[in-house]
């Protein structure tokens, strides 16, 4: 009998983002698919972890994260999030936002069970749910707008339904949730008793007055809430894999214990590094952070739109879709290649994004790059003649 590979293994793949990435470094190119943010990491971040190391902290912690950090964490969500956390027993560090999405869906649902998902939506969440068993389900977001409606979530729940992802500011649209949108998902989890995991991590990042509102911070809802978070985005960090999850002790416990078993922890002198970064960086940092992606969104939509590949302004969030139908090629890879062969600029194929065909005329870039960086992207794609 010949070895195989697991059944749970047929629905999972090497993500479009890495694929895209490999690629660029084939041929020396931009890389503006992969979210890697390589625009500096905060003196204090960088100093703490250092500091740290020095100080011995290089054991393992406790399951949950150290108590520097969760004491952190804690006092954040209640100042920013809006949410009430006990940092003894309703905060779990983990091995990055992914893992600690990984950690919760172990820990809370079981094969069979349906998450839904907006499309478009961000892979990772599309395929920790399939590495767990659990069946996905997807409401569209309409473009350009991306709006949904109550209607197009009864559309896609089932009594096998148990949780609904929400990424705002989201991964790839950088759509922001709004009040109104939020208590809309609000009713419909009540009404079918349904967890509401998020996804938080480019909270930080908003435009054009745009406020990012935590679904935890809801008050009829803030019991089944698995609130997701971390710092690899707004301090530049994408590779130390410090993220953490907040929700209720009945619920935390359980998810600590998947920590422990999968991670054992999250790399002990980088959480306090993170933790020294969330102490001692005052409001103005994030407030100087959003402005400089700001100009950064600005210069690449500008871009984008002058070589007539429409972008979808983004709210929030490091990325724009744009439209790809006036490129060459058969699908949206066809299209991404054809413009990395071109320019030398990567980005990812729209269909990384959804389950379907609606994605293959769109295509994902990442702005979060050192000026000159993208300045020299932004150059090689106005030179693109279509």
Same mark, same amino acid.
């Given at each position: ?243 953490? *999850? %907040?929700?209720? $002790? ?8 998947? #920590?422990? !078993?999968?991670?054992?922890? +999250? ?79 990567? *980005? %990812?194929?729209? $269909? ?8 293959? #005329?769109? !295509?994902?870039?990442?702005? +979060? ?18």
């Amino acid at each position: 009998m010949a070895l195989t590979l697991s059944k749970r293994a047929d629905g999972i793949v090497q993500a479009e983002i890495r694929v895209m990435t490999i690629e660029c470094e084939k041929v020396g190119g931009i890389n503006l698919a992969q979210g890697v943010c390589d625009v500096g990491v905060p003196q204090p971040v960088a100093r703490g972890a250092r500091a740290a190391i020095n100080d011995g902290i290089n054991s393992y912690t406790r399951y949950d994260g150290l108590a520097e950090l969760r004491r952190a964490i804690a006092d954040k969500v209640r100042t920013f999030n809006k949410i009430e956390a006990d940092p003894e027993t309703e905060v779990t560090v983990s091995a990055g936002s992914t893992g600690a999405f990984y950690c919760a869906c172990l820990a809370l649902l079981d094969p069979g069970d349906e998450v839904i998902l907006f499309e478009p939506y961000y892979g990772y969440h599309l395929n920790t749910i399939l590495a767990v068993d659990v069946i996905p389900t997807y409401v569209p977001l309409s473009l350009p707008d991306l709006c949904f409606t109550m209607d197009d979530l009864e559309k896609v729940v089932s009594s096998k339904t148990k949780g609904i992802m929400v990424c705002t500011p989201a991964n790839p649209s950088g759509k922001v949730f709004n009040e109104a949108e939020l208590k809309l998902i609000a009713d419909f989890a009540i009404k079918y008793d349904l967890f509401v995991f998020t996804d938080e991590i480019y909270e930080y990042f908003t435009y054009d007055g745009t406020t990012h509102v935590s679904p935890g911070s809801i008050p009829e809802i803030a019991d089944r809430t698995i609130t997701i978070s971390g710092y690899s985005k707004a301090f530049s960090i994408t590779g130390w894999r410090i993220g953490y *999850s %907040v929700c209720r $002790k009945q619920r935390a416990d359980m998810i600590g214990y998947v #920590n422990d !078993l999968v991670y054992v922890c +999250a790399p002990a002198p980088l959480q306090m590094g993170v933790a020294t970064g969330i102490l001692e960086l005052t409001p103005s940092y994030y407030e100087n952070l959003c402005a400089q992606f700001k100009k950064k969104r600005d210069r690449i939509c500008s871009t984008l739109d002058r070589i007539g590949l429409r972008p979808i302004i983004p709210q929030g969030a490091y990325y724009v879709l744009a439209d790809a139908s006036p490129l060459p090629g058969e699908d949206s890879k066809g299209k991404a290649m054809f413009l990395l062969e071109r320019t030398g600029v990567a *980005s %990812v194929p729209g $269909k990384a994004f959804y389950h379907d065909e609606r994605g293959e #005329n769109l !295509l994902r870039f990442c702005f +979060a790059k050192e000026d000159p960086v993208l300045d020299e992207a932004c150059e090689r794609l106005e030179k693109l003649k279509l």
